[in-house]
């Protein structure tokens, strides 16, 4: 049954240009997402994926793109053998907060397991989700990533 949800707010000294832009811009996905390409024309109905050396890791297609505001598309993780009913969603959401901006990630139609309880890695989206954000939000707001990245 797909009814987990994963919810993850954090908020970011930077513009909802900058931060859109560090969302779906490869120069940016490399340095915070483990090493990660993405690519995408970032239109309605387009599909999006997400690379490591080359490697497609992740896959899905976009369901509504408002620049500098909202980002949503499924999400397909190649390596999973889960028999799903419906691919998981992904879902940025930005909202402008006095020179912050709120970035809300909300990943949906998760199966009871996708959220893993293990604190030495960044395996399942307890963990792998908050990891990218914290880089994505130091490398917005210092230039740098985290080192233990």
Known sequence: MSDVTFIYVTYIATTPEKLWAALTNTDYTEKYFFGTAVHSDWLEGSTVTYSREGKVTDHGIILKCEPYRLL??????????????????????????????????????????????????????????????????????????????
């Open 72 to 149: 949503s598309f499924t999400w397909h993780y190649v390596a999973d053998t889960t028999d799903r009913p419906q691919p998981t969603c992904v879902t940025f959401e930005m909202k402008p907060m006095n020179g912050t901006v709120k970035l809300t990630l909300k990943h949906e139609n998760l199966v009871q397991g996708d959220v893993v309880e293990r604190e030495d890695t960044f395996e399942g989206f307890n963990n792998g989700w908050p990891a990218i954000l914290s880089n994505l939000k130091s490398l917005l707001e210092t230039g740098n990533t985290l080192a233990m990245m």
